[in-house]
């Protein structure tokens, strides 16, 4: 079965650290560049980071710049979103996207809360 499946979200304090992972199944990562997307009750879908199947290539948006860090395990066939100095605002459902020239996968998702 081809799918994404995301992992490690939670409820978390301002300042703290959660680790994301995007695990593939079914097909190859290797192949496709990976981004992390979030959501937010009552706002619209917005890039939070992305990589190219390059380790070389990373993008992230500014409101995550400097404190989320994206990498990829093409051994585990994963993409991680290391996230630290979590802000409230940072409360979301984060979604991991695989895309290719032929094909785009997306996750079910994972709750990041953050709150004291």
């Known amino acids: 079965q081809v799918q994404l499946v995301e992992s490690g979200g939670g409820l978390v304090q301002p300042g703290g650290s959660l680790r994301l992972s995007c695990a593939a199944s079914?097909?190859?990562?290797?192949?496709?560049?990976v981004g992390w997307f979030r959501k937010a009750p009552g706002q619209e879908r917005e890039v939070v980071s992305c990589?190219?199947?390059?380790?070389?290539?990373?993008y992230y948006s500014g409101f995550v710049q400097g404190r989320f860090t994206i990498s990829r395990d093409n051994a585990e066939n994963t993409v991680y979103l290391q996230m630290n100095s979590l802000k409230p605002e940072d409360t979301a459902v984060y979604y991991c996207n695989a895309r290719s020239l032929f094909r785009e996968y997306w996750g079910q998702g994972t709750q990041v809360t953050v709150s004291s």
């Open positions: 990589i190219g199947r390059s380790d070389e290539i990373t």
């Open positions: 079914g097909f190859t990562l290797d192949y496709y560049s």
